[in-house]
């Protein structure tokens, strides 16, 4: 497990390099990575992955509630680059009793925190137990609260006292243009949501198109 120090001195050299650049070398140095793949603009670190001589493996999370075109694009991935796609999914029985007791739709009432802990917090902490590293899509632009994010980083959120994980975020520097040129010159796959407005995807109830000039998030 790479320490502080180490970490900050990988941010200083990866800094000036392209996504490819950057994944190539991770993976160099800590096998047990994976990529998460949202069924979104990650599609790149997808596509990235398949350039590269030992592909890390790719992940995604079913929530139970996601659009059907999520779940056609994610089969289409698997398709078209001919690699396989680890799902995820909510524990059954916690999902079963939540559901009972709460229904479909509770989120509307008492927030997303219960829900979005079965249906993505838990299955991803399981995940993360048993690696050393993932690989993110996640930009500075996304969002104000993405504004310091660093190419590697000690994920805070899922780290803990017996086991630490790295966060690594390939298109840290990037904006949402610099990931469409990407997808349009390299006529890569995308999720056919985005043609009609939707920018972040993730639950169906939860998602939704923005208007022009709105913010992704």
Not at 196 to 204: H, N, P, T
Request: with cysteine; proline share 6%; glycine share 4%.
């Amino acid at each position: 497990m790479l320490n502080h120090e180490e970490i900050q001195q990988l941010n200083e050299k990866l800094k000036a390099c392209q996504p490819r650049e950057i994944l190539e070398q991770i993976v160099g140095l800590i096998p047990n990575i994976a990529i998460s793949f949202s069924g979104a603009e990650d599609v790149i670190l997808v596509d990235l992955a398949s350039k590269l001589t030992t592909p890390p493996p790719i992940f995604t999370l079913d929530t139970g509630r996601l659009h059907p075109e999520t779940h056609r694009f994610i089969e289409r991935i698997r398709e078209y680059y001919k690699i396989p796609v680890e799902v995820l999914y909510p524990d059954a029985k916690s999902l079963e009793t939540f559901t009972r007791n709460k229904g479909l739709f509770s989120f509307y009432e008492d927030g997303h925190r219960e829900c979005c802990g079965i249906r993505k917090v838990e299955p991803l902490e399981k995940k993360l137990k048993t690696l050393e590293a993932w690989v993110t899509g996640q930009r500075r632009d996304q969002n104000s609260t993405r504004s310091n994010l660093s190419i590697i980083e000690l994920d805070s959120t899922f780290s803990t006292e017996s086991h630490s994980v790295i966060k690594v975020n390939p298109l840290t520097n990037w904006t949402s243009s610099d990931v469409w040129n990407y997808i349009r010159s390299f006529e890569i796959p995308y999720n056919e949501l985005h043609d009609r407005g939707y920018i972040s995807i993730g639950c169906e109830p939860c998602t939704r198109a923005i208007r022009p000039n709105q913010h992704e998030r």
